[in-house]
């Protein structure tokens, strides 16, 4: 997903892909001055986009921490968020549940089919990753994929059905049967931070299987 935020609001992206930081870990990403951030990130809070809290760590005086509020967060792309909810509810209000089931299911099956196509030429564990990711990524899911020891950990800093799986949890669970399809038999994929239970992101760790 390509940064679609003007200049003035690039803090918003720092936060949004990295978590709450300190001033100076700001700046430092920025390439601005102490003094430049925080006036950006005043700005900001007077905008209601951005918030400090001060966080305790041992001796010393507390470490004020930048974060996005709610309305932060909203500055980035919900495909359709309130036409999608007001569908769902349609469906099973009108249909029932099985024909939701039934949306979910085939929601599913065509974005497996989409990534399937999209590593199909991929014959390392590591290359089927880096194609689900930059798939996810052009689908707005602002995704990338790091190594951990022995395993990778496939890392989603945004959603953006996010307010349709909040209606309906049976997106989450599509997404993660998806993920294991397409990773195949090779690796065990877990989720490990999930944005729904309250992380800030969703994180999938990406296990390959030793052999006996």
């Known amino acids: 997903m390509k940064n679609i935020l003007p200049e003035n609001e690039k803090a918003l992206w720092i936060l949004k892909t990295r978590g709450p930081q300190p001033l100076t870990v700001i700046a430092e990403a920025l390439q601005v001055t102490v003094e430049g951030a925080r006036f950006q990130l005043l700005k900001l809070a007077s905008d209601g986009l951005v918030e400090a809290s001060n966080v305790s760590k041992g001796r010393g005086r507390p470490q004020q921490i930048w974060s996005l509020t709610a309305k932060g967060h909203s500055r980035f792309p919900d495909s359709h968020a309130e036409l999608t909810v007001r569908l769902l509810n349609t469906i099973r209000d009108t249909l029932g549940t099985d024909a939701l089931d039934t949306v979910i299911e085939n929601s599913k099956k065509a974005g497996l089919e989409k990534y399937l196509k ?52 049976g997106f989450c669970s599509a997404e993660l049967e998806s993920f294991r399809q397409i990773i195949g038999e090779e690796a065990e994929v877990k989720r490990e931070d999930h944005l729904l239970s309250g992380a800030r992101r969703c994180a999938y760790r990406i296990s390959p299987k030793r052999e006996q």
């Not at 990524?137 to 951990?148: N, Q």
């Not at 395993?151 to 909040?166: F, K, R, T, W």
Request: one cysteine or more; charged letters at 30%.
């Open 118 to 169: 999209a590593v199909s030429q991929e014959h390392t564990l590591e290359d089927r990753i880096n194609k689900l990711v930059e798939a996810r990524d052009a689908e707005g899911y602002m995704a990338s994929w790091e190594k951990d020891g022995d395993d990778y950990m496939l890392i989603e800093n945004h959603c953006p059905i996010c307010v349709a799986a909040q209606v309906c949890q």
